[in-house]
Structures are given as structure tokens and as C-alpha cells.
């Protein structure tokens, strides 16, 4: 945008800028909304915040809900990829974390010790 010299494409590229950055934010938003604690009904089971260990996974993105910045959107929108990813990774993990009642805590402790050769508990 800053490179653009017509000053009329500079703020058509400036509105269309504005418009993804917002759109990301809003993308953000309603995956945390999603991950949000949910109450006990039908069909909670589809959503991330349904469960204990995703909520301690992605609780801490809570501060990225309602950026406004382009900074917050992008920032945002690459930490809540890179949970997703690591939940998308350890699928099998968080079940049975999540079955057994543990917390994510303790699934990073168990994938320490077996990085490291160790059993798990």
C-alpha cells in the first residue's frame, strides 16, 4: 500500500486491507467462541470447549477475542493455527487425557518423558 503512488488505488488497497484484517479477527473470534466452556446439552460434544483438556489448551487465547489491530488479527490467528496443529498432532493423546480425566499439564509431562525414552504414568 505504501508503494502505491495513484492515491485513489492507495485507498482502495488501505479499504480491502481493512476489510481481511477484520475478517481474520473475526475468524479468531468465533473459533473462541467455539473453545469456549460450553453448559451440559445436546450436540456440545462438536465443540473444542466441550472439554476440559482443549479448554486449558486454548484458554490462553482468550486474550487475542475482539482484536481490532492488524497486529492482534495476524497474531491472533497464528497462535490459535498453532494449537489447533498441536491438538490436530496429539489427537490420540488428548482422548485419552481427556478420558482419563487429566489435565493438559499433565499430557505435557507424558510427552516429555516419552521424548526423553521414558514411560508414561
Known sequence: MASEADPAN?????????????RLAD???RFL?????????SGMAKYPG????????FGPLKKYKH??????????ATETLKKIAWAMAHAGDLAVTSARGRHLTDLEHDLAKREHGGAEE
Do not use: I
Open 27 to 29: 475468524d479468531v473470534d
Open 10 to 22: 492507495a485507498a482502495d488497497l488501505k479499504r480491502v486491507h481493512d476489510v481481511l484484517v477484520n
Open 50 to 57: 466441550a472439554w476440559d483438556v482443549l479448554l486449558e489448551l
Open 33 to 41: 467462541d467455539d473453545a469456549a466452556p460450553r453448559p451440559f446439552e
Open 67 to 76: 482484536a481490532k489491530s492488524e497486529t492482534g488479527a495476524v497474531e491472533g
